[in-house]
Every structure is written in structure tokens, then in C-alpha cells.
């Protein structure tokens, strides 16, 4: 490795540890430059711009990034990674920089491959497909496709970027109705590890299309793809309800789901919050209830009656359109997915359905904790309830994503500011990160133990990487072990083992 003084860091927890970043001299400059793009960008750690390029969503074992390369183009790409390569340096692409897993701590004196540039959207002609580039977020998909009376299945938060979440699977308000992210996928172009890059579809690398809708941080980076759409007409109105409980209530909010997940319409969510609320009460957290239905109010409202009759502490309701659905849930450019900046820790589990009296076990240790770490008091439990009829319709084993069968996805999320944010880590801040992670197991684990299952299942796009991969790609043993086959066949040298390594 040429021009990088390395620094040693110990990799913590929590991974408070900031390190300061030195350069002996900047090669990466004269050498890289030349092979790039005019519409690229090297950006350095004294520049205006870094800031914003290494910036995350939360610090929490974050990588290391000595310097980032806004990339224009898959040839940009293609030469980032070759030179990396070719100096031992690790490299990762970014778009939103929601990722949030131990392994991306494994990331030291790394180039970023900045995505951003690469953010072209185009409808193709017959108006069933869109092209969009590597590096756009979920905002942007929504906003150009429903300007031109079309939509696809995208993840709800808008600062996401679209790829991320794709190749875990992705979850969104539209998959009843269209099945998860990768299931819209139609093609790819992606750069592997060693710097080529290939068309990845049903008949081109047909067992690389396979693995990187579900698994596909693992393989590559993906430049550009090609994804279903589908006609707004008729379709535009969404009505939505917000219903507050006490935790008092969480029986009844809970068993009242459970009898209606079998007779769940294509065309609804369901979307809950535990949080503090110390208007609606001062001393234990409250539950936020959303419904969600696309469709008419009259339809809606009968269907979210059952639990106006739960004598909800409040009540609103209204309707929107699809754009403007992530602000009602508090996804939206302006809401804590898109602002956060303190330390948050992910225990997801997905489950068929709801054991209450785990459930309510949850909540109490998630209570008491929350009342006896007042640093902890930002804390929630999401509890996402969206419809697979379109999922579960794509047969299991015709991608890598595992868990079609599920229908809740449950995480607690531990959060708590720092108190130094220096280059040292503090007492307090190993402290907090220790109890942080040790109550986010307890939580996810209490749940896991009503399931009545061996093997947990846990989204991969919130997975922290303490989980076991068959938590994560599936349990059964030919998942892995063609995962194994692939990531040796495409990804040998191991370039891609920053995020969920399957090796």
C-alpha cells in the first residue's frame, strides 16, 4: 500500500473510537485521477465535501474512510476498485449510509466508493420497466416514477439509497400487491471484485441474479439495473390512520392483529412504535399504531374500526398519496430515519405472528430499562406488519432471500447519544454500549424464545452481525452452501466482506 500512514484502532462495541486520519503523502491523487471520469471526484479528508461523503445514518461501528471517489461512471467504478486492489486498500460503496452492522467496522483506511453521481432514472418505452442507476435513493425512484403515472415497490424511509435494501430483499408499502424489492429486480449491470463488470439476469449469470436478490452485498456493486413498474392509475389514494395506546392495552392491540394477519388485504400495512411519549405518559413507553390502506377512506376506515373500538388514548386519520406515505409514518426526509446521527443498535427478528405474552414480556423489560437508563429514553421497538400476498407467491428457493414465510418483522433499536466524540473513547461510552447491546439481545431473545423455533430469522438489512448466518440467509443447509459456492466462484479474494460476510 502506497501514500496511507495506517492507524492502529481497537475494534469496540461500540466502536466510539474515531480515527484520526494521516496522510504521508497523496498518490491516490496523480494515480487514480487520470483514470476517471471528468464528471468524478476525489475527495479528501481536508476537503469541504468530505464530511457529507463519509457521513452515516449512525456511527455505531462504522468504516474507516481515508478518502472517497464520487464515482460518474461504471468504468469510475471499475478503476476505484482496481486501484484499491492493486494497493491493498479495502473499498466500499455508499449511497444513503444506512447501514449499520459490525462487520463495516472491519473497514480500516478504506476508499468509499461515493455513489451519488450515478443517479440517472428513465421509463422505458412500453412503460413497463425503469432503468435506474446505482446511486439513487428512494425519494428520488418514488417522485420521477409517480410524475410520469408510475410506481415500484421501494423501502419506506426516503434517504435510503434503493440498492441497499434490494439486494437484502427490501421490504415496502407495495408488497402485497408486487413482492419485495429483488422481486421486481430484471437485470443488473454489477462490478465484481476484481474490477469486471457483467450483465446479471435470468439468463446472464443466472446463479449471480440468484444470489443478489437476497444476499447481494456479498458479490458486488451494482451500477445501474433494470426494475418492474406499474401503472398508478386507480391506485393513487392511500387512506391511513394513527391510533396511540397505553402499554396497558397491548394485548388487545396485539391479539387483535394476530386474528387479522390471515384475512390481511394485498392493499394494507400495519406499522406500530413502542416509544416514550411523556404527554400520553410520563412513566412507561406508549404504542403508536399505523394502518395504511391503499384505497377509498369508507373501505379504510371500516377496516381500521376494529381497533378505534380499543379505546385508543388518540386518534388521527386523513389520506395521501403514495409519495407522501413515508411523512405519515415518520420515514420522510425529515423524520429520525433520515436525521439520526447517535448511536443505534438493530435486533431484528421475523415471526409468522405474534406470541402476545412474549410480547408483553418485551415490553416490560424494554420498560424498565428504559426507566432505569434515562440515556436509552430515544429507544424503540418498530413493529412492521406488511402484507406478503406477492411474496410468498415467488416460489422460496427461486432467490436467496430466506424468510418468505414470515409476516412480521420486529426490532428493538437501542439509541443513545455519545458523550465524547473526540479520538478517545470514554468509560461512560463503553458502559452505555456494553448495557445498549446486552438489552437489545435480552429483548430480541425473550421474543425468539415464544417463537417455538430452533433458529431465529432476521432481516439482513437490519441485522448488527451478531446474529448467525443461518439467521440471516436461511437454515437450510443448501442456502449457505451455495451462497459459499458462489462468493468462492465470483468473490474469492473476499473484496465484498463488509456487510453480512457469508465468509
Known amino acids: 500500500m502506497r501514500g496511507l500512514t495506517l492507524i492502529a484502532c481497537a475494534i469496540l462495541l461500540d466502536a466510539v473510537c474515531v480515527i484520526q486520519r494521516v496522510f504521508a503523502s497523496v498518490p491516490i491523487v496523480s494515480e487514480l485521477g487520470p483514470r476517471l471520469s471528468p464528471g468524478s471526484s476525489i475527495i479528501l479528508p481536508d476537503s469541504s465535501t468530505f464530511a457529507e461523503a463519509d457521513d452515516r445514518w449512525t456511527r455505531w461501528r462504522g468504516p474507516n474512510i481515508t478518502v472517497a471517489v464520487q464515482v460518474a461512471t461504471e468504468q469510475d467504478v471499475q478503476e476505484t476498485v482496481r486501484y484499491a486492489n492493486e494497493n491493498d486498500l479495502p473499498f466500499l460503496a455508499k449511497v444513503g449510509g444506512h447501514g449499520a452492522i459490525k462487520s463495516l467496522a472491519e473497514v480500516q483506511n478504506g476508499i468509499e466508493i461515493w455513489m451519488v453521481g450515478m443517479n440517472a432514472i428513465s421509463v422505458s418505452q412500453d412503460g413497463k420497466s425503469a432503468?435506474?442507476?446505482?446511486?439513487?435513493?428512494?425519494?428520488?425512484?418514488?417522485?420521477?416514477?409517480?410524475?410520469?403515472?408510475?410506481?415500484?415497490?421501494?423501502?419506506?424511509?426516503?434517504?435510503?439509497?434503493?440498492?441497499?435494501?434490494?439486494?437484502?430483499?427490501?421490504?415496502?408499502?407495495?408488497?402485497?400487491?408486487?413482492?419485495?424489492?429483488?422481486?421486481?429486480?430484471?437485470?443488473?449491470?454489477?462490478?465484481?471484485?476484481?474490477?469486471?463488470?457483467?450483465?446479471?439476469?435470468?439468463?446472464?449469470?443466472?446463479?449471480?441474479?440468484?444470489?443478489?436478490?437476497?444476499?447481494?452485498?456479498?458479490?458486488?456493486?451494482?451500477?445501474?439495473?433494470?426494475?418492474?413498474?406499474?401503472?398508478?392509475?386507480?391506485?393513487?389514494?392511500?387512506?391511513?390512520?394513527?391510533?396511540?395506546?397505553?402499554?396497558?392495552?397491548?394485548?388487545?392491540?396485539?391479539?387483535?392483529?394476530?386474528?387479522?394477519?390471515?384475512?390481511?388485504?394485498?392493499?394494507?400495512?400495519?406499522?406500530?412504535?413502542?416509544?416514550?411519549?411523556?404527554?400520553?405518559?410520563?412513566a412507561k413507553p406508549i404504542i403508536k399504531y399505523n394502518?395504511?390502506?391503499?384505497?377509498?377512506?369508507?373501505?379504510?376506515?371500516?377496516?381500521?374500526?376494529?381497533?378505534?373500538?380499543?379505546?385508543?388514548?388518540?386518534?388521527?386519520?386523513?389520506?395521501?398519496?403514495?409519495?407522501?406515505?413515508?411523512?405519515?409514518?415518520?420515514?420522510?426526509?425529515?423524520?429520525?430515519?433520515?436525521?439520526?446521527?447517535?448511536?443505534?443498535?438493530?435486533?431484528?427478528?421475523?415471526?409468522?405472528?405474534?406470541?402476545?405474552?412474549?410480547?408483553?414480556?418485551?415490553?416490560?423489560?424494554?420498560?424498565?430499562?428504559?426507566?432505569?437508563?434515562?440515556?436509552?429514553?430515544?429507544?424503540?421497538v418498530l413493529i412492521e406488519g406488511y402484507s406478503v400476498q406477492a411474496v410468498q407467491a415467488v416460489p422460496a428457493d427461486s432467490t436467496a432471500f430466506p424468510h418468505r414465510e414470515d409476516r412480521l418483522l420486529i426490532a428493538p433499536m437501542i439509541q443513545y447519544s455519545p458523550t465524547n466524540t473526540t479520538t478517545t473513547t470514554t468509560t461512560t461510552d463503553q458502559d452505555l454500549s456494553t448495557s445498549a447491546f446486552t438489552l437489545g439481545q435480552s429483548l430480541r431473545s425473550t421474543l425468539h424464545a415464544g417463537s417455538n423455533r430452533t433458529q431465529m430469522h432476521s432481516y439482513v438489512n437490519y441485522a448488527n452481525g451478531y446474529e448467525p448466518l443461518e439467521a440471516l440467509y436461511g437454515e437450510e443447509p443448501w442456502r449457505l452452501e451455495k451462497l459459499r459456492g458462489l462468493k468462492r466462484k465470483y468473490d474469492g479474494e473476499g473484496r465484498f466482506g463488509f456487510y453480512a460476510p457469508i465468509s
Open 131 to 282: 432503468t435506474i442507476g446505482g446511486g439513487v435513493e428512494s425519494k428520488d425512484v418514488t417522485d420521477t416514477l409517480w410524475a410520469a403515472g408510475k410506481q415500484t415497490v421501494t423501502g419506506g424511509c426516503e434517504c435510503v439509497g434503493m440498492l441497499g435494501p434490494l439486494m437484502g430483499g427490501g421490504h415496502g408499502f407495495l408488497q402485497g400487491q408486487h413482492g419485495l424489492l429483488s422481486d421486481q429486480l430484471l437485470e443488473a449491470r454489477m462490478v465484481l471484485g476484481n474490477g469486471s463488470a457483467v450483465t446479471v439476469s435470468k439468463t446472464s449469470y443466472p446463479e449471480l441474479f440468484w444470489a443478489i436478490q437476497g444476499a447481494g452485498h456479498n458479490f458486488g456493486i451494482v451500477t445501474e439495473y433494470k426494475t418492474k413498474i406499474y401503472d398508478t392509475a386507480g391506485r393513487r389514494n392511500w387512506a391511513w390512520e394513527t391510533l396511540t395506546f397505553s402499554g396497558d392495552s397491548l394485548e388487545s392491540v396485539f391479539n387483535l392483529h394476530n386474528s387479522m394477519l390471515d384475512g390481511q388485504p394485498a392493499q394494507a400495512v400495519h406499522y406500530a412504535v413502542m416509544s416514550m411519549n411523556a404527554t400520553l405518559d410520563p
Open 291 to 380: 394502518i395504511f390502506y391503499q384505497g377509498p377512506t369508507s373501505i379504510a376506515s371500516s377496516y381500521a374500526a376494529p381497533f378505534r373500538a380499543l379505546n385508543p388514548l388518540t386518534i388521527t386519520s386523513g389520506s395521501v398519496e403514495y409519495p407522501d406515505l413515508p411523512q405519515k409514518a415518520g420515514w420522510d426526509l425529515n423524520g429520525a430515519s433520515c436525521t439520526s446521527r447517535i448511536m443505534t443498535l438493530r435486533f431484528p427478528i421475523d415471526l409468522p405472528e405474534f406470541n402476545v405474552p412474549s410480547l408483553r414480556q418485551m415490553y416490560n423489560g424494554f420498560s424498565d430499562a428504559l426507566s432505569r437508563k434515562p440515556a436509552f429514553a430515544h429507544s424503540v
